[in-house]
């Protein structure tokens, strides 16, 4: 397995066969994580990606965390792609209603919608529902899944203007799994089921437009945050997680994913002609994977959903035996 800087992604031959040259995008939370991965990937593929988030140089985030939104633009641009930089807030529907504004005066076109705000930082564990305090919760049900509908609100009329606009929603979990498993928080767990959710039920509306709308969960995503919670990195989270004198990161880390692996297989998805035939699914990126045959970064190929579902039945089942 080879290692990977995490500073720019590696070239990656199946884009110059999915390639969206012509298309815009807008990803909705593309600052950090799965969000800034996947605007790079749809960068890369040539497609014009406006970057929207709260963190800005001069409004840093509340999670603690400096990554900025123009960052990520500065990062596409450094790749000799086209991004555009937005700062919303996108559970203020006047922000959100401004850039698509933008996005229809400069391009007359919105072809894919990716929804990836995520709220997860806000989560509380431990605790009954009835015992939580309430107005913290719902600032993960309002960050996740309010700013979902705000901005599908917003932006569906211009995506459905052509026949082709695709829609899609990140969320956390496989249909199967989430239908058998409670994520030990109300406000988690009816965030992402209800992510889901909104695919299936903007997948039926938009097919009149003859567009699709699909929900895609990573597995278990090594994004930034993530690698410093653990006190890894990029070179040596697999030899930590193996390393049975730390506690973290755990041993099932070595399931994790990059959250490149989302982006290339959402490029690949994005790119399919015959894409509609997914139109209200929950998908994952190792089955995409699968089905376009692509590898995340390290060439490997995590498949963390049926890792866990392997680790149930059988407590010594190996991370590395589902790469």
């Keep these: 397995m080879t290692s990977y800087n995490g500073s720019a992604a590696p070239g990656f031959a199946p884009f110059a066969h999915h390639s969206l040259s012509g298309k815009v995008a807008l990803v909705a939370g593309a600052t950090r994580g799965a969000g800034r991965a996947i605007a790079r990937d749809l960068a890369r593929a040539d497609a014009f990606v406006y970057c929207t988030g709260r963190s800005t140089s001069t409004r840093p985030s509340d999670y603690g965390r400096d990554e900025t939104i123009e960052g990520t633009a500065e990062l ?4 000799g792609g086209h991004a555009e930089a937005v700062v919303c807030d996108h559970l203020q529907p006047s922000m959100i209603d401004e850039v698509i504004r933008r996005i229809e005066e400069q391009h007359e076109r919105l072809d894919i919608l990716v929804n990836d705000i995520g709220g997860e930082a806000y989560v509380s564990w431990g605790e009954k529902f009835w015992g939580t305090d309430f107005e913290s919760g719902m ?3 309002n960050a996740g899944l309010m700013t979902h509908l705000n901005t599908a609100h917003a932006a569906l009329p211009l ?9 899609i929603e990140i969320t956390d979990g496989t249909y199967e799994f989430n239908a058998s498993h409670y994520r030990e928080s109300i406000y988690l767990d009816l965030t992402k089921t209800g992510v889901s ?16 709308a699909v929900a895609i969960t990573p597995g278990w995503l090594r994004s930034e945050m993530m690698l410093d919670l653990f006190d890894t990195s ?3 989270w697999l030899e930590d997680s193996l390393d049975p ?15 490149h692996f989302l982006g290339r297989t959402l490029v690949a998805l994005a790119s399919d002609p015959d894409r509609h035939r997914f139109n209200t699914r929950t998908l994952n990126s190792c089955e995409l994977g699968d089905l376009y045959d692509i590898d ?28």
């Design 159 to 167: 995506l459905t203007r052509r026949p082709g606009g695709l829609h």
């Design 296 to 323: 995340d970064i390290d060439g490997s190929r995590p498949d963390s959903w049926t890792f866990m579902t392997a680790k149930e039945a059988d407590s010594g089942a190996d991370a590395r035996d589902f790469r």
């Design 139 to 141: 600032r993960l049900v």
């Design 197 to 212: 959710r909104l695919a299936f039920g903007l997948g039926h509306e938009l097919a009149e437009s003859v567009c699709t």
């Design 245 to 259: 004198t730390r506690e973290l990161p755990p041993a099932d880390f070595a399931i994790s994913e990059t959250p």
């Design 234 to 236: 990029e070179q040596s």
């Design 76 to 79: 596409i641009r450094a790749e």
